[in-house]
Nanobody, 122 residues
Framework: QVQLVESGGGLVQPGGSLRLSCAAS????????MGWYRQAPGKQREMVAT???????NYADSVKGRFTISRDNAKKTVYLQMNSLKPEDTAVYYC????????????????WGQGTQVTVSS
């Protein structure tokens, strides 16, 4: 089984910064694309940023220039550095990853973390 565990959320003032982390654990053979998504109250979950195993990145227009996604393959961890935070960034942030396990190394499965709350408010 594979688990994704996020950390780093919290309350921050507008203009502030936070760094989210998501560590993958379990019987992992390989990790492919990883990403961050968010869901605000009453809204659908949306993509924030993604990163491929080749470090190609993609960002939602609303966060370009403010957020940076990165990964450390040795630590099986993906990060989201969030700068110049705005109240509209308030949401539960979820980590997502495509992973293959030692049990089925040629099959990729998609996993979600449990989410971490980010609140931007003065």
């Amino acid at each position: 089984q594979v688990q994704l565990v996020e950390s780093g959320g919290g309350l921050v003032q507008p203009g502030g910064s936070l760094r989210l982390s998501c560590a993958a654990s379990g019987s992992i053979f390989s990790i492919y694309a990883m990403g961050w998504y968010r869901q605000a109250p009453g809204k659908q979950r949306e993509m924030v940023a993604t990163i491929t195993e080749d470090d190609n990145t993609n960002y939602a227009d609303s966060v370009k220039g403010r957020f940076t996604i990165s990964r450390d393959n040795a630590k099986k961890t993906v990060y989201l550095q969030m700068n110049s935070l705005k109240p509209e960034d308030t949401a539960v942030y979820y980590c997502n990853a495509d992973v293959s396990s030692w049990r089925t190394p040629l099959q990729r499965f998609n996993y979600w973390g449990q989410g971490t709350q980010v609140t931007v408010s003065s």
